[in-house]
């Protein structure tokens, strides 16, 4: 199955992706040190996560009442776990009544990572107006799992697919190209909505759009505008199959999109990868990874994590010393124990079982996959629990990594800007600017420049 308004053959290869002989210089996740004075990812400290809208949750402060360097508000104080606004002392998230809170954490509110597909219209352009499988492949994520989340980008009002088309058209048409004109266009449709363009145009011009696009843009602007017109599906089951094309693999790239998405995005990213490009992902991954962190990454592609919202707190006991007696419990470490709980449970659970460790352990867990693992396994599991932890930090460091230092990984800032537009970058946004006191807006712009910038900048709403 082809995607109506693509080239047959799918998308060419970006240019310069990954660059000649140089690997991503964003380390894998969970590996980018904070900035000084915030807690380390080794000690176990994200910060409170961004409002979802519960009743009892706390909120960020706003991008002018960050924290000062040296410290987070609600930061968790020596022997003891940390405040949070509207919740009792030791009646955090997974916290049963009475019980502890979980100790050296702040205590996040309430998130949903699991449920029924999303009520969302359907991407234009599918035969028939269904999508394989009856589900539609939005940018994201089922219906409650985007609660009190906001992406930077809206469907546009009065949309009109033949005139953004006609736009377009003018832009590449004649001696050079109006790039500002392709960034007013792209920059505030939706993905849905560019589709729709992408379709109207071959129907009005006999052209692909996409192939224009490219004849005329060049470097990180155009990987940057292709991204923004590839569906969600086709864009991460893209990223995956350049991560192992060629010599060498990306495998921070397998782990940021396979550890994090959801059930529903694992499923239409295996049959999207299968049906663009004829192969089959469980058996690409096999070919390119080994050992315990290749049985991670199949457990991943499987999309049957728990999505169940409600929390077992017994199980989570029982997980804990599980987890323990597989690890700092006994001598060498029992890996399939590891994978078995943490490619299942609910993102929920897992949040209790770590809090369940904490209490049991006197170490969080990060600490302690930190201490029995290594490699690419250590990050994929470390990422796990991350998002288990708190979802917008993950992503924050992602976008901080990709920037800090010498040198940008524009396919990192990219990939992690374009996929959350949708979804949930303001709550990344509010927590990049309470982890690294500046805004996301501000390191990008003294890291990027041009056409390329502007467009960024529009894209995260700065």
Known sequence: MSYP??????????????PAGQESSCPPPGQCPYPSGFPPVGGGAYPQAPSSGYPGAGGFPAPGGSPSPGGCPGAPQPGGAASYPGVPPGQGFGVPPGGAGFSGYPQPPLQSYGGGPAQVPLPGGFPGGQYPGGQAPFPGQPAVMSQGTQGTIRAAANFDAMRDAEILRKAMKGFGTDEQAIEDVVANRSNDQRQKIKAAFKTMYGKDLIKDLKSELSGNMEELILALFMPSPYYDAWSLRNAMQGAGTQEHVLIEILCTRTNQDIREIVRCYQSEFGRDLEKDIRSDTSGHFERLLVSMCQGNRDENQSVNHQMAQEDAQRLYQAGEGRLGTDESCFNRILATRSFPQLKATMEAYSRMANRDLLSSVGR?????????????LQCALNRPAFFAERLYCSMKGAGTDDSTLVRTAVSRSEIDLVQKKQMFTQMYQKTLGTMIASDTSGDYRRLLLAIVGH
Not at 372 to 384: A, C, D, H, Q, R
């Open 5 to 18: 308004g693509y080239p047959p053959t799918g998308y060419p290869p970006f240019p310069g992706y990954p």
């Open 372 to 384: 029995e693992f290594s490699g690419y396994v250590e990050s994929g599991l470390k990422t796990i």
